[in-house]
């Protein structure tokens, strides 16, 4: 089965303990959670978070080279679930899922307390993909700008990279 992921923010380096990991979503068990900083990460146990946040990072850095310009990291939470998860409005503080949830790999919000989350589908197969997709999401949604024009810039350069191969 397919799943999702929502990351946090990083803030430093290694796990830290005692983080309030919430213990489901949208009734899906979220059993293994941990933080990287003030990112956590928290996944239905398809995947090690430590696993997880190594990838994200790795994501990010791709997408960082491949824009030749420095985005800051946009994500808070982290959130490896069942790809069904995607469609269920309880994952969503607005109540309300994306459109194409039924076929995504990934999808962004934002919670009531403002922090920024990725949900990706933690199915091995997709995995890649769906980070590749909820990284460059959250870096056009989430890229701290009144410019129009630059956060269309940035938007066009994360799209392009979300659909290329490498």
């Known amino acids: ?75 808070d939470v982290l959130l490896a679930v069942p790809a069904k998860v995607l469609c269920e409005p309880k994952a969503y503080y607005v109540g309300q899922p994306p459109a194409n949830c039924a076929t995504a790999d990934a999808a962004v919000s934002i919670d009531k307390g403002g922090t920024h989350r990725v949900m990706v589908v933690s199915d091995r197969a997709r995995l890649m993909n769906a980070l590749r997709k909820g990284v460059s999401q959250a870096a056009c949604e989430f890229f701290p700008t009144e410019d129009n024009k630059r956060l269309g810039e940035i938007c066009a350069l994360t799209s392009r990279f979300a659909e290329s191969a490498n």
């Open 1 to 75: 089965g397919a799943a999702a992921l929502v990351l946090m923010q990083r803030g430093g380096p290694g796990p830290a303990t005692g983080s309030a990991a919430a213990s489901e979503i949208a009734g899906v068990p979220l059993p293994k959670h941990a933080a990287f900083g003030k990112r956590e990460v928290q996944t239905d146990g398809s995947i090690e978070p430590a696993e997880l946040a190594k990838l994200y990072d790795s994501t990010l850095g791709a997408l960082r080279a491949y824009a030749h310009t420095e985005l800051p990291d946009p994500v």
